[in-house]
């Protein structure tokens, strides 16, 4: 038997973490989980604050967002 597939939505934990801008002042940054697009398969979540980064883009999910791939491979943000 293979692996198997999560049930419900298991949260993924970050590949690493960086400082971001958060607003207008140069002092306005936090802290935020960075993660791999090939990290968010079906099952899984990513809870914002985060960036999820792909070869060609990146995806911003805010606070009190999680973030979810579909079954066409779409990522979902959901607002809690």
Not at 57 to 79: F, K, M, Q, Y
């Amino acid at each position: 038997d293979g692996p198997s597939e999560p049930r419900g939505n298991a949260v993924l934990a970050p590949a690493r973490r960086r400082q971001v801008r958060s607003g207008p002042g140069a002092e306005a940054r936090i802290e935020v989980g960075i993660f791999d697009d090939a990290q968010l398969t079906p099952g899984y979540a990513i809870e914002g604050p985060a960036l999820i980064e792909r070869w060609d883009t990146s995806v911003w999910v805010p606070e009190a967002v999680t973030a979810r791939r579909d079954g066409t491979g779409s990522i979902v943000l959901e607002v809690s």
